[in-house]
């Protein structure tokens, strides 16, 4: 079982541009939720994808996007980048009939924006 | 005041110390209660949760919950070298297809000294 994986493991980017970040979630696991965690602090939730939808939210603006494929997997974007936006983004996955203490992290995306 | 407060450190201790982290929170609804350890560059992996008050014990770890004191710890008995991380409270209030939003501190950064 290769547990949550993450792609690509760090990217630099320009403020103004996009990105897009993936996550593959552990087998048999059905949920994902994304969180950005900023330097020295804890991870702070952005959305969670269930179904192909978005079933929850967390303060992030509209800049911050996502989507959930057939396969579960899901992909984060991340428009007209600012320099707050540096950090490491990580994916969890879960079952959505789990508890809050399933959620398994995959290693994170370090994103850096000059 | 903020959702969940922990002092982020960085504590050291040597070889064999009993380690005491905590974390206090302000929302009541909070029923779940995780501690996760991070080790530089990776993601966050559980090491205990507990639900509601009381105790729970594993190994050389035990966890606490007061509610009525919105307290949490973490006990790490004979700390070692390989225990030097970060770790982080999380909480949540629910279960099942909203438990996606956890809550976390913002870590406190464990140095174990040979």
């Known amino acids: 079982d290769a547990g949550v994986t993450q792609s690509p493991t760090h990217l630099i980017k320009t403020r103004g541009q996009q990105v897009t970040l993936r996550c593959s979630p552990k087998?048999?696991?059905?949920?994902v939720s994304w969180y950005q965690q900023a330097l020295g602090q804890g991870p702070q939730f952005i959305f969670q994808y269930y179904e192909e939808e978005e079933r929850q939210r967390g303060n992030f603006p509209d800049r911050f996007s996502g989507h959930q494929f057939p396969n579960y997997s899901s992909e984060l974007n991340v428009n007209a980048l600012l320099l707050g936006d540096s950090a490491l983004y990580l994916c969890?996955?879960?079952?959505?009939?789990?508890?809050?203490?399933?959620?398994?992290f995959g290693p994170g995306t370090r994103l850096t924006v000059t | 005041q903020k959702e969940v407060e922990q002092d982020p450190g960085p504590l050291s201790v040597p070889e064999g110390a009993i380690v005491s982290l905590n974390c206090t929170y302000s929302n009541s609804a909070f029923q779940y209660f995780m501690w996760y350890r991070q080790y530089s560059r990776k993601g966050p992996e559980l090491l205990m949760y507990?639900?509601?008050?009381g105790n729970k014990e594993d190994g050389r770890f035990t966890a606490q919950v007061d509610k009525s004191s919105k307290y949490i710890s973490l006990f790490i008995r004979d700390s070692q070298p390989s225990d030097s991380a970060t770790y982080l409270c999380a909480m949540s209030a629910n279960y099942g297809g909203s438990q996606g939003n956890l809550i976390f501190g913002k870590g406190t950064k464990l140095s174990v000294k040979p």
């Open positions: 969890a996955s879960s079952l959505a009939a789990g508890g809050p203490y399933e959620q398994y």
């Open positions: 507990t639900y509601s008050s």
């Open positions: 087998s048999g696991h059905d949920t």
